[in-house]
């Protein structure tokens, strides 16, 4: 009995395969990360590289695989596959290139320095005075983010903000690098959840011409040109909770 090896329709069989191969890969990604395999970058490009090619191979295999009878069912499922990735991949491309920014300020005019952060290894070399990145960080902010504004305490003991602040910092998931009780300062670094980007945030207490109590939080990726939003919703997210704090505190008699 002769045996015949249709060609074709195998090398259509794995074009379909493709796809589902490279969400594996988009996956175990992160999991490498985690596991020491891979550096954080590495595997972010491992996982955009997946990610590109299936959603050029999903669409591929879809029109390919409609041509013949026998793999047009699998073809119709790769195809919506492809498409649902390139849609995604166009609204993180399209967000990405929207807010060109990874260093975030409540105080555009004055903002917060770095001490610790400057010595770490993986800052050998970059310069991390504002802006740390686009020279064109501040209008940009101004233009994407203007809600984000110091937080301000009027006829309040600074010692009492101070402690706000400290206990905010430390409900975050965030490392705290250093905390100066005596300048009212505080470094930390925060690891993004699935990539294990880490970036650098300083918090200030102080009273700009004796004035009012100002916070000022400045959060900055040390990888990367654009954050996606991630530096400016974590300050949002600190800011409330130092809110909430601050609510809980005046009710607690704190």
């Keep these: 009995m002769l045996c015949t090896f249709d060609y074709p329709r ?5 074009l379909l395969l493709t796809p589902l191969l490279m969400v594996a890969t988009m996956i175990g990604a992160p999991l490498l990360i985690r596991a020491g395999a891979l550096s954080p970058l590495g595997g972010f490009g491992a996982f955009m590289g ?5 959603a050029g191979s999903g669409l591929l295999g879809g029109v390919v695989g409609a041509l013949r009878p026998e793999t047009r069912p ?3 499922a790769a195809l919506a596959a492809g498409a649902a990735l390139s849609v995604s ?3 993180v491309a399209l967000r990405a290139q929207g807010a060109p920014l990874h260093d975030i300020s409540t105080d555009l005019d004055d903002p917060p320095s770095f001490t610790v952060a400057t010595s770490h290894p993986d800052n ?3 310069d991390l005075s504002y ?5 064109d960080s501040a209008e940009l902010q101004r233009r994407y983010y203007p809600d984000l504004q110091h937080a301000v305490w009027c006829d309040v003991e600074h010692r009492r903000i101070w402690r706000l602040v400290v206990a905010a910092a430390e409900s975050m998931d ?4 250093w905390m100066n009780t005596a300048d009212m300062v505080i470094e930390a670094e925060a690891t993004t959840p699935v990539f294990r980007f880490v970036d650098d945030i300083v918090i ?3 009273s700009p011409n004796g004035g009012c109590v100002h916070v000022d939080t400045r959060s900055t990726s040390r990888v990367g040109r654009s954050d996606l939003g991630a530096n400016a919703a974590r300050i949002a997210d600190f800011q409330d909770r130092l809110v909430r704090l601050d609510r809980l505190a005046v009710e607690s008699d704190f």
């Design 131 to 135: 802006p740390h990145g686009d020279p």
């Design 50 to 54: 997946a990610w590109i090619v299936a």
């Design 124 to 126: 050998a070399g970059r």
């Design 89 to 91: 991949l166009l609204v």
């Design 174 to 177: 965030w490392n705290i690098t």
């Design 204 to 206: 200030r207490v102080h």
């Design 74 to 76: 699998l073809a119709w």
């Design 10 to 14: 195998q090398m259509i069989r794995l």
